[in-house]
């Protein structure tokens, strides 16, 4: 029984983990984090509406080079925490580099959870609208989050069988 909780409790932590990174990759690299009537934005150009071929590099201010850096150690720092939580879990001697993992994980949304905040606070007042990219981006934060403490509760598992069968 406690082995069929901890499969649930990897998969679980492997599926949130790679949605996040699919989501915050998509999230990066779209233009859809604001719009209003006559444009649409994300981080890095800004657009006419109806037009994406007359985009413009957005000016980058201290705080979107902020948001930009934050989500990209997000990313980074989201998927390296996967692997190594993914490579240490089975590996009754490796239990510290899927400890690693989670923390890793759990830094990845640390940074999201702070761009998405910094994000908010700087574009909230001129926008008239959050666009998808900005929901993928708080999705990311949160599904980090659940990852992290599912794969916490994973190698916590793992541990006590370990000590168990020992």
């Known amino acids: 029984m406690v082995q069929a909780i901890i499969i649930v409790l990897f998969v679980v932590t492997k599926l949130g983990a790679w949605v996040a990174c699919t989501l915050g990759l998509k999230a990066v690299t779209s233009n859809y984090w604001t719009y ?3 444009y ?8 006419p509406e109806r037009s994406t071929l007359t985009c413009q590099t957005m000016e980058a201010t201290a705080s979107l080079n902020a948001v930009r850096a934050f989500v990209i150690m997000g990313i980074v720092f989201g998927f390296i925490g996967t692997i190594a939580y993914s490579s ?16 890793f994980i759990y830094f990845g949304a640390l940074c999201w959870t702070v761009a998405m905040i910094v994000y908010s606070v700087t574009y909230g007042a001129a926008s008239v609208a959050w666009g998808y990219s900005y929901a993928f981006g708080w999705a990311c ?26």
């Open 36 to 38: 209003t009537d006559s």
């Open 40 to 47: 649409y934005a994300g981080l890095w150009k800004q657009c």
């Open 88 to 103: 240490g879990f089975w590996n009754r001697r490796a239990i510290r580099v899927a400890q690693a993992g989670y923390g």
């Open 141 to 166: 934060s949160g599904l980090l989050n659940f990852a992290g403490g599912f794969a916490h509760a994973s190698v916590s598992k793992q541990q006590q069988q370990i000590s168990e069968a020992a």
